[in-house]
């Protein structure tokens, strides 16, 4: 009844930028740690970046400096602001909520991912 809607992924240069974005919706009570994650073909998913409700961020070393993770909590919205792109980049991100859809439930709802591609 929660889900977790991503979008602004696509094509890229390497140095470029793009903002992602992930909505949720449904059933919401109270929504806590929210953050992205990324998984590259063959390889583990790995994360990218959190933010708490306070606004407390952590960041993946190879993204520090040049990834950015906001959240908008009156419309339940995450954002990743990602800059000075690089091919290692490229993977499917997708974005994670810590939630509670009813007051007593906690719940961790993922969206389904959105491909990101950097690339000459």
């Known amino acids: 009844q929660v889900q977790l809607v991503e979008s602004g992924g696509g094509w890229a240069q390497p140095g470029g930028s793009l903002r992602l974005s992930c909505a949720a919706s449904g059933s919401i009570f109270s929504v806590y740690t929210m953050g992205w994650y990324r998984q590259a073909p063959g390889k583990q998913r790995d994360l990218v970046a959190t933010i708490t409700s306070g606004g407390s961020t952590n960041y993946a070393d190879p993204v520090k400096g040049r990834f950015t993770i906001s959240r908008d909590n009156a419309k339940n919205t995450v954002y990743l602001q990602m800059n000075s792109l690089k091919a290692e980049d490229t993977a499917v991100y997708s974005c994670?909520?810590?939630?509670?859809?009813?007051?007593?439930?906690?719940?961790?709802?993922w969206g389904q991912g959105t491909q990101v591609t950097v690339s000459s």
């Open positions: 994670y909520a810590r939630l509670s859809p009813v007051p007593g439930t906690i719940i961790n709802a």
